[in-house]
């Protein structure tokens, strides 16, 4: 299965257990980053799974998932480009990074902007028998364009040469 080929199997379970228990509790969530791009089928080996949710969503999550976390921080400003409530777990030797109203400095403006995932419904992508909510792939190469870090640059690249990412005007 091509969307699998560069996820290590223990990311994927600890997806699986992630979603599991996310959708059980009904909380709102998405997948972003590298690892959201390895589920579109895009070619890229994830090192983490950074989840998106609002602060209520960090908050239940960081009482789903105790034993793992790491550390969590309320409106932690990381490199002056984002702002946000900001977990980290660590979860059977997989990185997770769990982000709560998720603010960004634009490059292409710099403006800040709300990243509001959720009024967009984020595409779900089915692997392993569970479906995971993932950041459409059109919205990640806005992003990676609009915070235009140095380890952007490939990734754009990458979404672009997807046949799939015809990019919406949304964004």
């Known amino acids: 299965m091509k ?14 257990d992630i979603a599991e228990t996310l959708e059980k509790n009904r ?35 960081c009482n789903l998932f105790k034993k ?7 409106n932690e400003t ?16 997989v990185f997770v990074e769990v982000m709560g109203d998720l603010k960004y400095k634009s490059k292409f403006d710099n403006k800040w902007h709300n990243l509001d995932i959720f009024s967009v419904a984020p595409t779900m992508v089915e692997t392993y028998g569970f479906k995971i909510p993932v950041a459409p792939l059109c919205l990640l190469l806005v992003l990676y364009e609009r915070w235009r870090r140095d380890k952007d640059i490939i990734k754009i690249e990458m979404i672009k040469n997807e046949e799939r990412a015809i990019c919406c005007q949304n964004y």
């Open 3 to 16: 969307v699998m080929s560069k996820i290590e199997l223990s990311m994927i379970e600890v997806l699986k």
């Open 27 to 61: 909380i709102k969530w998405c997948v972003l980053g590298s690892c959201a791009l390895a589920l579109h089928g895009v070619n890229i080996r994830p090192s983490d799974i950074d989840i998106l949710t609002d602060n209520d969503g960090v908050l239940f999550i």
């Open 78 to 93: 990381s490199s002056g480009m984002f702002e946000s409530s900001l977990a980290r777990f660590f979860i059977n030797l």
């Open 68 to 74: 793992y976390k790491v550390s969590f921080v309320q």
